[in-house]
């Protein structure tokens, strides 16, 4: 099985002209985080189906901001961790709820938002679904359009599972930081996957240690081709 990076297509090249000014509507702050140096935050840990309206604090967490008090940081993890699944790291910078904002214009079967956001028209969803990949979980976004015939734009919730191998890492940078949860390190020049770390169970995810790579499988590769969906690149990430 083959291992492959979902990549948009490079910039000016793209046949769709939409647009959108988006955002999840709640965040941790980044983290002014006193074990790595500098700060952390990079908002690619995201769950657009966990709603935090109900929490006291949801009004905080509406905003952006580089917390300086590890404590503070620490206690507003531990309010949302409940609402997440159970070993999420919760990363400084950790997004959630659906998207919200605006957009116009069409809309290629599958783009990225940003590296991390995989948005899919629903007619794409269905036919993916209808094709048996595993672990399409989608979540309705909150997009207003002003036009006739807007698309349903939805964004898959990709599960974090699978780590880049240590053997492309910088020395001393394997573990998360044992304060913030965070890894510091940008994404290696020739990545390799981990291959014991790979989930046999989902067709695509994205890596617990560089949570903006979004992994696809040669199988959701392969659909994606046969499907003729047009805008999407992919670099293979070979395991070892
Ligand atoms: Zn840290």
């Given at each position: 099985m083959k291992f492959y990076k979902l990549d948009s297509v490079p910039?000016?090249?793209?046949?769709y002209k939409g647009e959108y000014s988006a955002e999840h509507p709640w965040g941790l702050p980044g983290l002014q985080c006193p074990t790595c140096v500098g700060s952390v935050g990079?908002?690619?840990?995201?769950?657009?189906?966990?709603?935090?309206?109900?929490?006291?604090?949801a009004k905080q967490l509406e905003k952006a901001w580089l917390e300086e008090d590890l404590e503070r940081f620490k206690r507003l993890r531990e309010i949302v961790?409940?609402?997440?699944?159970?070993?999420?790291?919760?990363?400084?910078g950790s997004q959630f709820g659906p998207l919200v904002g605006s957009a116009r214009g069409n809309f290629a079967q599958i783009s990225l938002l940003d590296p991390w956001a995989v948005i899919l028209r629903r007619d794409a969803l269905e036919q993916l679904q209808a094709e048996g990949l595993r672990g399409l979980k989608a979540c309705r976004t909150g997009l207003r359009f002003r036009q006739r015939n807007a698309p349903e734009l939805m964004e898959l919730y990709v599960e974090m599972h699978g780590l880049l191998h240590p053997d492309c890492l910088p020395p001393g940078k394997v573990s998360p930081c044992g304060t913030c949860g965070g890894y510091a390190f940008s994404l290696p020049k020739q990545p390799l996957l981990d291959r014991a770390s790979?989930?046999?169970?989902?067709d695509v995810f994205r890596l617990r240690n560089f949570t903006s790579v979004i992994v696809l499988t040669e199988r959701f590769a392969d659909t994606l081709r046969r499907l003729g969906f047009e805008e999407f690149s992919l670099r293979e990430l070979p395991p070892r």
């Amino acid at each position: 099985m083959k291992f492959y990076k979902l990549d948009s297509v490079p910039y000016g090249t793209s046949r769709y002209k939409g647009e959108y000014s988006a955002e999840h509507p709640w965040g941790l702050p980044g983290l002014q985080c006193p074990t790595c140096v500098g700060s952390v935050g990079d908002m690619s840990e995201v769950y657009p189906d966990v709603d935090l309206s109900g929490l006291p604090e949801a009004k905080q967490l509406e905003k952006a901001w580089l917390e300086e008090d590890l404590e503070r940081f620490k206690r507003l993890r531990e309010i949302v961790r409940p609402l997440v699944p159970p070993g999420a790291p919760l990363a400084p910078g950790s997004q959630f709820g659906p998207l919200v904002g605006s957009a116009r214009g069409n809309f290629a079967q599958i783009s990225l938002l940003d590296p991390w956001a995989v948005i899919l028209r629903r007619d794409a969803l269905e036919q993916l679904q209808a094709e048996g990949l595993r672990g399409l979980k989608a979540c309705r976004t909150g997009l207003r359009f002003r036009q006739r015939n807007a698309p349903e734009l939805m964004e898959l919730y990709v599960e974090m599972h699978g780590l880049l191998h240590p053997d492309c890492l910088p020395p001393g940078k394997v573990s998360p930081c044992g304060t913030c949860g965070g890894y510091a390190f940008s994404l290696p020049k020739q990545p390799l996957l981990d291959r014991a770390s790979l989930p046999e169970h989902l067709d695509v995810f994205r890596l617990r240690n560089f949570t903006s790579v979004i992994v696809l499988t040669e199988r959701f590769a392969d659909t994606l081709r046969r499907l003729g969906f047009e805008e999407f690149s992919l670099r293979e990430l070979p395991p070892r």
